[in-house]
Every structure is written in C-alpha cells, then in structure tokens.
C-alpha cells in the first residue's frame, strides 16, 4: 500500500472510532437553520448557541446537530429542563441539520485532541488553515489526523489541500 492509500484507511478508521479517539476541546460553527444563522461555540464542555431556545433552555436543535455530527468527541450539551433532549421535533430537525452538514455548517475554528496509534496529536483549523503536530503533516501539509476531521465534517470545513500553496 502507498502512503497515500494508507493514510485514507487510517483516517477513515479514525474517523469512525471518534467517540474514543477524538476529544473536541473546543469549536466554533455557523448554522444556516431553516430561521435563520446561528453561531454555535464549545470549549471546555460548554455549549453555546446564540438562538433564543438556547437562551431560554440551554440546548437547542443546533447544538444537537453537533453532538450528532461528533458524537462522544464532544460532551453533551446540559440542560436543566427536562426531557428537553428527547422532544422529537428537535430531534428530528438536528438529525436533518446533521445529515445536511455540507450544507449548514460552515466551521470557523476548532482545536481536537486525537489519539491515534502512534501517540496523541492536536490538531487545529482555523479559518480554512489546517495545522497538526505530527511530523507527517511538517512535511505534507496534510496527515492522516487532518482526513480523518475531513472525514468527520465533510464540506463543513475547507479540504486542507488547498490549503498548500500551488507551484506555478
Ligand atoms: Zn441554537
Ligand atoms: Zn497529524
């Protein structure tokens, strides 16, 4: 295997073992909602929305939408209301904001922490900049760890390819 076919298997593989292997510590998104954007941050295990629901219950269809789309990478959202994580309306819609992601979401920045077989490695975006502290990406500009957060959030975020600068 070359190792560009060996760095998609191992990304992918990642990506699908992200419950145990990434640890989201924080991230900041915009959500195109059916009334309107929302910005949605997370750091430390807090959520933030800055939607009216959110302000009133301290979880929303957007931020379900994330933990959707990360699943145990990230904590779930707290609320004191309750039964307000299983009212099928909103989840309904934060399962079709989450299959929509491509669409939806546009992320801003985020840092992750990602255990992977060789050691752990933090990888950050930032504005469409890719950047992780493993030695392949030093030399590539692109890692397995990187594909496997492509994986993760599909169109949300910028492919880190372009990201390197083109030879003329
Ligand atoms: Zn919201
Ligand atoms: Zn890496």
Redesign the pocket.
Known sequence: MDSTASRIVKARQYAEERDRRIKVRSVEVELQGDNGNHLISYEAGKWDCSCEEFSLREVCAHVMAMEEVLGNAVEPALSDVPGIHSSASRIVKARQYAEERDKRFHVHEFEVE?H?DNGD?T?TYDGGTWR???E??ALRQV????MALEEILGDAVEPAMLAVPRMN
């Open positions: 990602l992977g490695h990888i992780c502290c493993c392949e990406f890692c397995a760890h990187v």
